[in-house]
Structures are given as C-alpha cells and as structure tokens.
C-alpha cells in the first residue's frame, strides 16, 4: 500500500487507455484498484503498483470514486448493473468511453437508482498521450461531482473541461473526433501526394509540421505515415469504426451536413476491408498509397 496516498480510485477496463490511466494516477500517489475481464492486463497492472479486485464489485466497495474505460455499450451496461448491485455506499462513477449518448443515459440511471452518480467525461487523446497524460477530459453531469475530481482529472490529464449537463461531454468528444477523422485522412493524403511526387517522407513530416499545415493529429500519426508502419496501435481501425458510426448517428439525428467527414468514411471502410482493422488508424496511408499506385521508395 502506497504511504502518502492522495485518495482511492477503482479504474475498470485496463485497456490501453484506462491501463495509462491506472499507471499514472499510482505513479502520482493514488491507491488504485484495478479490475479488467482479461488476466493479462491485471497482470501486468499489478507489476505498476495497482491493486487487482476480483470483480466489480470488490472494486466499487473499496474506492469513493471508480472510472470506466470499456470496450463497447454492452459492457458499460454490465459493469454499471454490478456497480448498483454491489451495495456499495454513494459513489462517483466517470464514464471515460465514448459511446452513444443514449447508452450513456442508460447507465446513469441504473446508478441513479442506486444512489451513485455517474459523469460523462470523454477524453480527447489517443492511447500514446494517455501515457504521457496528454488527455482532455470533456466532463459532464453533476458539477460538485465534477469539482470533487479536479485533483484525479489533473493526475491523468493536462486539462479539463466542466461542460455542463449530462451527455454534453460526448457532444463535445464527437464534435472533435469528426476533426480527427478527416485529419488523419488529410494527413495520409498529403504523405501520398509528397511521396508519389518524389519528396522523402521525413522531408514532408518535419517541414509540414514546423509549416501553417500542421496539426495534433499530423504530430500523433504523421511518425507512423513516414515508417509505413502501424502495427503499434494507439487507436485500432475496428475500435474507430464504432467511434465513426456514432458520429454519422449523431450528426444524422440533427440534420446536420457533413460532407467532408462523409468523404473519409470510404476509406476507413477500405481498410478494414483490407484487413487491417487491429492496426492504427494511420494505417488508412496505406489505403491511399494503393489507391494511388505507390510503392515506397519509387515515385509512380
């Protein structure tokens, strides 16, 4: 047990994002316990100073405060009916994932109902910033529950947002994932062009990143563009799917054009098609490269 804990957090989904996020809140002197359905992430959670609990709830009854990271809505489900069910005292629940916003509704009302609280806060960041604690957090729901975490949040993030009421976090996280989706398409396509002109891919990363067309995303995923190499995911194709068909929903049930997000959607469709949905987003470069006849190291 750590001497100078700050607080107790439960973090539930070890994943590459709740597992840096469990890392980081240990390394900065939180008790955590952590839990996750796959043993081999507890494992290795528990060689980096995180408490393993045998289920949900053990967790929940041995920390005030709990986060979630998971998988897909039928797991926010799932953990959010053992949370209720685990009769633990009042807890403050945040919900890390990103998901439809209904699914989310649906899970503060069962810990509702069990007199827990339950905060949507996305995070805008990819799993190599959640190591580093380059994390936003887009909070939303009950504002002295969100003040009460601003010590936790500032543990595993570099900044946080307090949006307003219950669902607002997701609006905002989809509203910047649909940047993110047509930047990292941009990105892919301005290596392909530079590349089928001839100009070395280190030349176009290192002068487009110090030029007006830089962005985050350019910095997150130009490296992997450059190698050609995207096996280090920090974002998988198929996980992203889920995160494109929320926003299309979204941007659907509002009436809202998209005509430029609409465009990069072919092209995530291909990779997966092209098998490569456990690799990184990234990866839709060499989507692009095909489609334009490149072969690395040869103008076409």
Known sequence: MQKSAKGKVGVVGLGIMGGAIA????????????????DAKQRELSGAGVTIAKNVSELVN???VVLTSLPNPGALQKVAGEIAAARAPKRIVAELSTFAIEDKVKAE???RSADHVLLDCPLSGTGAQ????????????????????????????????DLGAFGNGMRMKLVANLLVAIHNVATAEAFVLGIKAGLDPTAIFELVKSG????????????????????????????????????????????CPTPIFDATVPVYDSALARGLG???????????????????????
């Open 23 to 38: 890392r980081n809140l240990a390394a900065a002197g939180w008790q955590v316990t952590g839990h996750d359905i796959d």
């Open 278 to 300: 456990a690799q990184d987003t990234a990866a839709v470069c060499s989507v692009l490269e095909a489609m334009a006849g490149v072969r690395r190291g040869h103008a076409a």
């Open 212 to 255: 007006a067309g830089n962005s985050r995303v350019f910095e997150l995923r130009g490296p992997m563009m450059v190698e050609g190499r995207y096996d280090d995911a920090t974002m998988k194709i198929d996980v992203w799917q889920k995160d494109m068909s929320i926003i299309r929903e979204f941007a659907s049930a509002l009436g």
């Open 130 to 161: 959640a190591k580093t604690k380059d994390l936003v957090v887009y909070a939303s729901g009950d504002p002295k529950s969100i003040a009460a975490l601003q010590p936790l949040f500032s543990d595993f993030a570099r900044e946080w947002r």
């Open 62 to 64: 041995s920390a005030p």
């Open 109 to 111: 009302q069962t810990l």
